[in-house]
């Protein structure tokens, strides 16, 4: 308990320290402060997973009643993930918001929202009352609001920090009505009271409430709409923790809820299956045809959403089937992808961050050649796209191995339907995997490979090694997941025996076998490499070089406008999925016949289905029947004074009827 409070401790005098000192050391005791926040909760946090949880009530408050404090194994896992993203973030904050010195009181504010950002997701994490939790979570959404629009006088930021703020005041809204809910059913404030009513009542409503409101912060579709516009519009090191962390608060949540079930296990874990397969691929075909680099990652973080929730959704079928072999995978594996997800995706953002700061354009078809100058960036870009893709040897495969494991393990159970639903996840979760190597060829190739597409007003140069460092400690955790997967699979398996208790039963020899005879033998291959590597460097270090341009095939005059382009490379998915991708014209096509056509501009973009095609829609609904009252507004004074005399004379009228 002590850790936590000097958690706050470290808060207070980081908010203090920033708004005093001098504008040249802030982003440095930001990150003393981040430092310093995460060692206390994480030393909590370990404490919980080595067995001692922490279970206490903190004070009595006339509102909140009595606000407890509870940091279990799930709460441990997600606080040092949390702490670990952040503490990267601020790292690699510093470098990057260099660019933006000039703006000294817009940044002292910036690095104070970060350390609010940071301590309100670990109170999140740790509050077990209802309210008390929602202040955090409200806590939550402003500060990463306030961070999402650092560059406000942007007319586009702004209507990216009005769509973020209502999404997530909607979501607040969900939860707070499931929390009234259980509060009038069981007359408890206290977390565990959702249990107490799953007991006594149908557990499929309230869990439909409760997923909506966590599920909007998570980016299930259709409730993701806000991830492709607000990780754009942010600076880089914010999306990175967004990406990693913040979506996860959602996860969090739901992982939360379903601790406390007692029944409807198939119903809710077949539908939170089937969105979560939908989720995966509609946010993979969508970062495929993306071409804001940015963009891309965004969407690619509702398809890594969706292979979480296909764990979670596979965890529940097991524990419906009471097969603990099947919850325990299901339930691990999702564990794991958080950790990995936060792990690379971060990592991606960050690279994207230095791309954008060196060119200043997030349009990948304006790039090209950056290997020549990023060299160091490009291979750290390369990393990543090789982790999210679920290659081996990389912590990816780790997490997607151990969910393919459990959907193999789900066909051994009898039923024509359950096999169907099995053998079409391990379908769609393929396609997913594929769909992400796609997706990430196209970016490497495109920003990295071949020739620049188009002028730069100044030439790109390799970050510094203050940007790069936090990247390379993000790359050392991520390949001791890859190489000791056992170590984190164990640790994962404690969080969900914790939490699920005696319907779990550990993950089969053969997985976990499976996996350190993978790390042992990516060890080995990354040693071959390094050997070769060095040999190579031993016999070429003393001989002369020489660098030429790249062999043309016998053509002598190549062009950068002949290249792949991200638009031709993902084309042909566009066209196969045109009733989903959205795709914006500003002229037509070439048609057939047209054998000499003549010079035009072709402008495309693609644009959200659900957005597009049903959310705008029912707006506009709703806007025309609202325009239909504009005659009750219509700026007379004499009018506005009836309609106050009327509420007058309703009012009295009720009262002598004892209406009121």
Known sequence: MTDIIFSALALVLGILFVSLAPSRIKPWLNLLAVFAVGVFSSMAAVGVLLGNPIDNIVATLPIFGDVAVRVDALSAWFILIVNFTCLTGAAYGIGYMRAYSERKSALTLHWIYFMVFQSSMLWVCMLQN?????????????????????????????????????????GVAFLTVAFIWVYLKTGSLDMSAIGTFFAGNSNVWLFLL???????????????????????????????????VIV????????????????????????????????????????????????????????????????????????????????MIGFVGALLHV????????????????????????????LGGLIKQMPKSAFIFLIGALAIGGMPPFNGFVSEFVIYSGLF???????????????????????????????????????????????????PVEVPILMRLPQYIIIVVMMSVA?????????????????????????????????????????????????????????????????????????LAPKSSIQYTGKSYSKTLGKLLGGVLVEKKEYDELVEGEVFPKERQYVSHYSDFFEIRIFNGILTKWVELLNKFQFIQNGQLQQYILYGLGFVIAVLICSLFNWL
């Open 210 to 244: 409760l997923f909506i409101g966590f599920g909007i912060k998570a980016g299930f579709i259709p409730l993701h709409s806000w991830l492709p516009h607000a990780h754009p519009a942010a600076p880089s090191h914010v999306s990175g923790v967004m990406s990693g």
């Open 339 to 366: 950790l990995n997800h936060s792990l690379f995706k971060s990592l991606l953002f960050f690279t994207s961050g230095s791309i954008y700061q060196q060119t200043h354009t997030r349009d990948m078809e304006k």
């Open 248 to 327: 996860k608060m959602g996860i969090y949540g739901i992982i939360r809820v379903i601790a406390y079930l007692q029944t409807d296990y198939m119903l809710i874990g077949k539908v939170l299956l089937s969105i979560s397969l939908l989720t995966g691929i509609f946010g993979i075909v969508n970062s495929a045809v993306h071409r804001d680099f940015k963009r891309v990652l965004a969407y690619c973080t509702i398809e890594n959403i969706g292979i979480i929730g296909i764990g979670l959704g596979l965890g529940l079928i097991g524990l419906g089937l009471q097969n603990p072999i099947i919850t």
């Open 409 to 459: 393990y789900g066909l051994n159970n009898a039923g024509m339907l359950h096999s169907i639903m099995m053998i079409l996840s391990i379908a769609t979760l393929s396609i997913i995997g594929g769909a992400s190597v796609m997706a990430f060829t196209k970016c490497f190739g495109v920003i990295f490979l071949g020739q620049r597409r188009s002028h730069l007003h100044s030439e």
């Open 483 to 555: 190489l000791v997967p056992s170590f984190y699979i164990g640790a994962a398996q404690q969080v969900v025996s914790t939490l699920i208790g005696a319907q779990v039963a550990a993950v089969p020899v053969g997985v976990v076998g499976a996996m350190t005879s993978i790390g042992r033998y990516s060890l080995l291959f990354l040693g071959i490499i390094g050997v070769v590597l060095a040999i190579r460097f031993w016999l070429t270090s003393r001989q002369p070089s020489s660098v030429g341009p790249t062999w043309g095939c016998g053509y």
């Open 130 to 170: 209802m309210l008390a939790f929602l202040v955090a979570w409200e806590l939550m959404s402003l500060s990463s609001l306030l961070l999402v629009m650092f560059e406000s006088e942007r007319e586009d930021t702004q209507k990216v920090g009005l769509n973020y703020m209502i999404q997530m005041h909607l």
